[in-house]
């Protein structure tokens, strides 16, 4: 899959109030460095950091510019955990492996704490995230998975909020219990993005946009061609997600493409958005197809949710997420959305992560599967751990095995059309 230059959803909320894109030259010409890396969104640019601060020479391939895919598009919320239930983990390594994963997750809450405070990266930071149950079975389950965090992985910044106080939280009669992460947040994500590469290049490293890798040639010395230029490098990071399946289709057979959608609001003034959401937390329902939404730094509802899995953009789209978000917040019937816009991200079958090296000097990072705002910042540590011969915790992540989607290029699409309507069938239900 490409991203084409001109996607209209590159056109988003977050690209209108990021201010002035900065512009990094494309490659041009025949260079060599330690280390290439493909793709200039937050994995990328993470390992890139610590790849400089370890005085190592880098070089980050762009395709279009930085933020472009879903780093900059993203729901911007910032949460500890994986997309799958930590007892995946558990089934596949054990507990011990699993709660070391968990206290890496935590770890990259903070790392975007530490970045911003340490790149002075104005990126619209507000604290806490709240996870929403609509009935009461999702509630009980809630309440139970929260307790089973607390006594098997430590993590004891959530408190659990009854359906009695719930409306002090976000004002909505849809939802029956939540969970309150003190240590979660949310953020403006192509600001703080665009504020990683800026301290990428302080620190030494480069960055080319419009620089898309045609291809990859492996070896001692691996080679990274583009259409204006080579880098020979000692070691390779594929961190381009869904944009890498004709550099490594091994890999694209691993993780599925599905594209979400968000939209933004008018603005809705400074006494009706703190009504909507007094707890100013980013939330998320516990559906397994679910609707997140947050406030943003200018009052606006940012509200997300609807999924598209063949690759175009829903006809309905301004309807069906009017609809949605509707369901949650009835008092916004005379709301309009300011813009709409989507991205890909990349599911695997069983939703965790997939990290991994396709030989002893190409790394790759993938898998991130809708939880990647923190999870994709310490991975980029991980990986730069482990090119500069620390391996120890990326191999931690690199022992989790993964499965092709079923029907290969032709007919996994509609196999997992099929099973997401199965298991909207069950939420609904």
């Known amino acids: 899959m490409r991203p084409p230059d001109d996607d209209p959803d590159r056109d988003s909320y977050y690209a209108r109030t990021a201010g002035p894109a900065p512009h990094y030259a494309p490659l041009d010409g025949d260079v060599a460095c330690d280390v290439g890396v493909v793709g200039g969104g937050l994995a990328g640019l993470s390992a890139a950091i610590e790849l400089a601060q370890r005085g190592l020479a880098v070089r980050v391939l762009e395709a279009v510019e930085v933020g472009a895919g879903a780093s900059g598009r993203n729901g911007g919320q910032v949460l500890p955990g994986l997309s799958c239930e930590m007892s995946v983990v558990e089934q596949q390594l054990d507990r011990g492996a699993a709660r070391r994963i968990f206290d890496l997750t935590v770890a990259g809450v903070d790392l975007v704490r530490e970045r911003r405070r340490a790149f002075a990266i104005d990126c619209d930071w507000r604290d806490g995230a709240l996870a929403v149950a609509v009935g009461a079975s999702k509630a009980r389950a809630l309440r139970e998975e929260c ?7 430590g993590y004891d910044r959530v408190r659990m909020i009854g359906a009695d106080a719930l409306r002090d939280w976000v004002d909505s009669p849809r939802y029956a219990a939540a969970a309150f992460d003190a240590g979660a947040g949310h953020l403006h994500p192509l600001k703080y993005t665009r504020g990683l590469a800026r301290a990428a290049t302080a620190l030494g490293a480069s960055i080319h946009e419009r620089s898309r890798v045609v291809g990859l040639e492996p070896g001692t010395r691996p080679v990274l061609r583009t259409a204006t230029g080579s880098v020979r490098c000692r070691h390779v990071l594929l961190a381009g997600n869904v944009y890498l399946d004709r550099l490594a289709p091994s890999l694209a057979r691993r993780i599925m493409p599905v594209g979400t959608y968000i939209a933004v609001t008018e603005p809705l ?11 100013a937390a980013a939330v998320f329902d516990t559906q397994l197809v679910l609707d997140y939404f947050r406030l943003s730094a200018d009052d606006r509802l940012l509200f997300g949710g ?30 309009r ?16 992560p997939d990290f991994g090296r396709l030989t002893p000097e190409i790394y790759y990072l993938q898998g991130f599967s809708g939880h990647g705002v923190a999870l994709s910042g310490i991975a980029g540590r991980l990986a730069a751990e482990a090119i500069a011969g620390q391996a120890e915790r990326f191999d931690l992540f690199a022992r989790l095995r993964h499965r092709d989607f079923p029907g290969g290029r032709a007919l996994r699409t509609p196999a997992l ?12 239900i």
């Not at 003034?269 to 707890?279: D, E």
């Not at 959305?337 to 965790?352: E, L, S």
């Not at 059309?417 to 909207?424: D, E, G, N, P, S």
């Open 337 to 352: 959305f300011d813009a709409i816009w989507g991205g890909y991200i990349d599911i695997t079958v069983n939703r965790a």
């Open 417 to 428: 059309v099929l099973a997401m309507l199965w298991y909207r069938l069950r939420d609904l």
């Open 269 to 279: 003034g400074g006494a009706r958005a703190a009504r909507l959401i007094p707890s």
């Open 306 to 335: 609807r999924v598209s899995y063949g690759g175009a953009r829903p006809a309905d789209l301004d309807a069906s997420m009017h609809r949605r978000m509707l369901a949650v917040f009835p008092q916004l019937a005379d709301v």
């Open 147 to 153: 307790e089973a965090i607390a006594r098997d992985y």
